[in-house]
């Protein structure tokens, strides 16, 4: 772009050819980067469409508007049971992660050591190691240990998969930290954690905010590993719509995602006002 | 007094006192989560390995005694041999396509001139990753179905006669994958797009090459480091994802994470199951190696 | 009672040694600069001073009490940093009341001490304002009001005025001395910036290869520099290596005469105090060394014909290089009065100085 405007300015009303050729390419390249983000995006508009579509199936273009499957679900105490466990679940799960993860990122920042390298990948690890196996590890150390089918077992399963989210976020809050300003608060005569508390925490909670929200989303959409350390008496969400679809297929799973969905744009709004989309990826 | 014996006990300290207060400090803030993940990842997979060399009896009870039977059977039948290609073969027809999509994506993200519409891509891009794994493939399902929405697209655009049978297919399998693994190729390499500087594609168009040679010998050279990234962690998660081709391809798809949790869930051969998690994590260690050494190998050369 | 006392430290990080056997005292109410080129071991020095690093060896007296090994929260003093950090998230009044509220001070105190020191530093009528809506200057204002709040024994500037434009180093200078000056607090100041230290210090102490290298007032360190690094690293010098060759006394004076061809068969003279002769190293400021484009000055006892090499003009002063008759070239420093038409290369002139300008440098590797 920036080459053809200075190409025209230099040259006048001359060469239009040039400019011509240069213009079809990026309207190919456009054309092609949209396909791509409707391609991303096409599955959450089908979602949309078929919640509020009345037939089983959802039609293009909608024939009409409906709510059934959304009362279904609120008439379904499956759903409200689901929903119990999951929000227990995420009232244990999150605080602790973040609290893990926060000191975590703030203790290897400021710390430099051989070996750092590999506790920092060791950290983000669970990111990376397929799920189906970290799902096998925790179910037979958890049955080794007895708390498989309880609720700690979930919750450290659940942290296990949120912690590396949170400890990523953090730490790019806690690498835009100035370390002068710790000093700075020591030469005024404040200690240790009462500068942790009076200038780290203010300063990097951004990120703080934006773990919170990742081990949310991670933790209230995590299903690789629960199904392997979940019982049926402790089915959150998510371990229950796999169910649902692996076993029937019910539309009412639509009306469930469409909330999922609210929540992950609220979850999107929160992260933009508090670190930044761009910076957390 | 009090003065004097506070004196003496500073004389007392050892040296470097003020640097390891410091240590000691960030050393209490980490030690919590390395005692996690001690206890809750390193443990755990150090138990699976043990007992991955586990044997089993006919009724699936854990045996005392320790052999490599189970990684004998692993490699040398021929339905786990196929199983490892078509794993392998999968994540890597995913990690190729979803790298070709991602340049125009990241040239949209980085090229826009306006802040909103960047904004709305990021969006976009940040989105799949943000709704669980079971919705999405919820999602294809509806699509992909006999009866869903493009084969009854197709069939009223005249296109075809009777609804394509899209669902439980590994070519499902790879659109779901593709569509959830983008954002992580996309986001490296615009970030490795937005780091070069203007001036060197203009200079190499001064020079005389056209856009798409510019393209091969600038633009794409030096976003390798952002596309092995992205193509490390595509591979992986393509590699070891079970739910979403449990759902759309079905559970008899030849691939290594349905076997393992057959294994685990279904057959409750628990030493089996470990070992092929253990002849999974290896593969993909493998490979992501081998992305990392070529990555450093060229970033090496970049700063020569 | 609040001099600091630095008694014999050494400092290495593994086994790179970054301060050597540094012996110092700092006297009380003294604006004392810390000087030296960067990688000297200055910062290390204020590091240890304030109690982010410990010495390896030695230890460090404030007011008389030993601080080795104590953290930086109990020393009480104030530091004002290179890049100020204020903190991001306080506005400038809590900015300046942080020492003051981790001392648990009653309200009213806090604020009557708040408002005096943003007075005094000319920003009370920026008190709710956050670091980010401040000039560099002000911010520059703010950190040292921040640090005087705590009322502290010691206050420690680390290269304070490195990040303001050169017309803002210059009124900030003269605004640090006035503060120190009304507060008369025992003051040092860390700076790579020679006329930083020599306008404002009371003495300066030079840092080079971690080791302090010489203590003296400004003028000290300027006029009888203790060796070649201080020579060399403060102002511009002629630096003549050679052996002595005679000696003659003139009334009070002893002259020596060292074998430095200024002109065919004319040694250099110097006047001496004794010790340093014999040593081989002599120096000579260009500013010092006196220039005519006329042949025919009489009465001075070194004159050396030379012919211009180079001229380069500054505006306050001319710099010229000249090629002496005998061998050698000399730096000369004029300013730029002394020439109704500037000179150009190769123009012939003469060089004359006095000879206790010409001032012998111990030997080197001491």
């Known amino acids: 772009m920036t080459e053809t405007t200075s190409h025209s300015q230099r040259s006048g009303t001359g060469k239009p050819r040039r400019r011509r050729k240069f213009s079809a ?51 379904n105490s499956d759903w409200w049971e689901a929903l119990r466990v999951s929000l227990i679940l995420l009232a244990i799960v999150t605080p602790l992660t973040v609290l893990l993860g926060t000191a975590a990122a703030y203790g290897l920042g400021r710390l430099k050591f051989r070996g750092r390298e590999a506790i920092q990948s060791l950290m983000l690890s669970p990111l990376m190691i397929p799920q189906v196996v970290l799902g096998i590890a925790l179910l037979y150390e958890f049955t080794s240990l007895g708390i498989i089918n309880s609720l700690t ?45 009076r200038v780290t925490l203010p300063l990097i909670k951004p990120g703080m905010i934006a773990g919170t929200v990742f081990s949310i989303v991670e933790s209230f959409g995590e299903v690789s590993v629960s199904l392997f350390v979940s019982s049926p008496g402790n089915i959150t969400i998510p371990v229950r719509i796999f169910s649902y679809i692996d076993q029937t297929f019910d539309p009412s799973v639509n009306a469930i995602s469409v909330m999922f969905i609210a929540f992950a744009v609220i979850a999107l709004i929160i992260i933009d006002k508090t670190v930044g989309l761009t910076k957390v990826m | 007094m009090l003065l004097l ?63 490599l039977k189970n990684y004998t059977e692993i490699f040398t039948s021929a339905s786990y041999l196929t199983t490892i290609r078509s794993t392998l073969g999968v994540a890597a027809l995913t990690t190729v396509i ?128 952002g596309l092995l990234s992205g193509a490390a962690i595509v591979f992986s998660l393509a590699a070891g994802s079970y739910i979403t081709p449990l759902l759309v391809g079905g559970r008899l798809q030849p691939l290594l994470p349905l076997s393992i949790y057959q294994q685990a869930v279904q057959v409750f051969n628990m030493p089996f199951a470990a070992a092929l998690s253990m002849t999974l994590l290896v593969l993909v260690a493998i490979v992501v190696g081998l992305i990392s050494w070529i990555s450093k190998r060229w970033e090496a050369r970049l700063h020569d | 009672m609040s001099g600091i006392h630095i008694d014999d430290v050494s400092r290495q990080f593994g086994d790179f040694t970054a301060l050597e056997e540094v012996q110092l005292q700092v006297r009380e109410g003294e604006f004392f600069s810390l000087l030296g080129p960067s990688g000297c071991g200055k910062t290390t020095l204020l590091n240890l001073i304030a109690g982010f690093l410990d010495p390896t060896r030695g230890r460090i007296m404030i007011g008389g009490k030993d601080v080795t090994g104590l953290p930086p929260y109990r020393r009480g003093l104030g530091i004002v940093f290179q890049d100020y950090a204020l903190f991001p998230h306080l506005s400038v009044f809590d900015n300046v009341a942080y020492g003051l509220r981790i001392r648990k001070q009653p309200k009213k105190e806090i604020k009557r001490r708040v408002e005096e020191m ?10 709710d304002r956050r670091p980010h809506q401040l000039s560099g200057g002000q911010r520059q204002r703010v950190a040292i009001a921040r640090a005087l709040a705590i009322e502290p024994s010691v206050l420690l500037l680390d290269e304070p005025l490195s990040n303001l434009d050169a017309k803002l180093r210059k009124a900030m200078q003269t ?62 010098v002629n630096l003549i290596q050679t052996a002595v060759a005679a000696e003659r006394s003139t009334g009070r004076n002893r002259h020596a005469a060292i074998d430095y061809e200024i002109a065919a068969g004319v040694p250099l003279l110097l006047e001496t105090t004794g010790s340093a002769e014999g040593s081989g190293l002599y120096m000579i400021r260009p500013e010092r060394i006196k220039i005519a484009l006329t042949a025919g000055n009489s009465g001075e006892a070194n004159r050396a014909p030379g012919v211009i090499s180079h001229v380069g003009y500054a505006g306050d002063q001319v710099r010229l290089h000249v090629q002496l008759a005998g061998k050698g070239e000399l730096q000369v420093v004029a300013s730029d009065p002394l020439f109704p038409v500037l000179p150009s290369a190769g123009d012939r002139c003469e060089l004359y100085w006095d000879a206790e300008d010409v001032i012998a440098l111990p030997p080197e590797g001491v």
């Open chain 1, 153 to 197: 077992g979930l919750v450290i399963g659940h942290m296990v998969v949120a912690f590396p989210y949170v400890v990523r976020v953090v730490s790019v809050s806690v690498i835009g930290l100035d370390p002068k300003l710790e000093s700075a608060s020591m030469s005024l005569g404040a200690g240790r954690w009462s500068t942790f508390r």
């Open chain 3, 175 to 236: 605004e640090l001395r006035t503060i120190q000056r009304r507060t008369g607090v025992t003051t040092v100041l860390v700076t790579h910036d020679q006329e930083e230290a020599l306008s404002l210090s009371d003495r300066i102490g030079i840092l080079g290869h971690g080791r302090l290298q010489q203590v003296g007032t400004p003028l000290e360190v300027y006029r009888r520099p203790a060796n070649r690094f201080v020579a060399d690293f403060i102002g511009q």
């Open chain 2, 98 to 225: 979803v790298i070709i999509a991602a340049y125009p994506a990241a040239y949209l993200l980085v090229r826009t001139g306006s802040k909103g519409l960047r904004t709305f891509f990021y969006i976009l891009l940040i989105s799949p990753l943000l709704t669980s794994v079971v919705i999405r493939t919820f999602a294809w399902i509806v699509i992909m179905a006999q009866n869903g929405l493009l084969n009854e697209a197709l069939l009223k655009l005249h296109l075809i006669d009777k609804p394509l049978s899209l669902l439980w297919s590994m070519k499902a399998v790879v659109i779901a994958y593709v569509q959830v693994m983008l954002p992580f190729a996309v986001l490296p390499i615009a970030t490795s797009m937005g780091e070069i500087q203007p001036k060197l594609r203009q200079a190499s168009m001064s020079l005389g090459a056209g856009r798409i040679r510019t393209f091969f010998k600038v633009t794409f050279p030096l976003t390798l480091p």
């Open chain 2, 5 to 67: 014996s506070r004196r003496k006990g500073c004389r007392v300290v050892a040296r470097n006192t003020v640097v390891r207060r410091t240590l000691s400090f960030y050393w209490l803030m980490l030690s919590p989560a390395l005692l996690f993940l001690l206890a809750f990842l390193v443990v755990p997979f150090i138990m699976l390995i043990v007992l991955s060399f586990r044997e089993v009896d006919s009724l699936l009870n854990v045996l005392p005694s320790y052999s």
């Open chain 1, 25 to 75: 390419l990026t309207a190919l390249i456009w054309i092609a980067g949209i396909i791509v983000y409707l391609f991303l995006i096409s599955p959450i508009l089908v979602i949309i469409l078929s919640a509020f579509s009345p037939t089983e199936y959802p039609t293009f273009p909608p024939s009409s508007f409906s709510v059934r499957w959304f009362t279904a679900v609120f008439q």
């Open chain 3, 118 to 127: 943003l007075a005094l530093v000319q920003l009370s009528s920026m008190a």
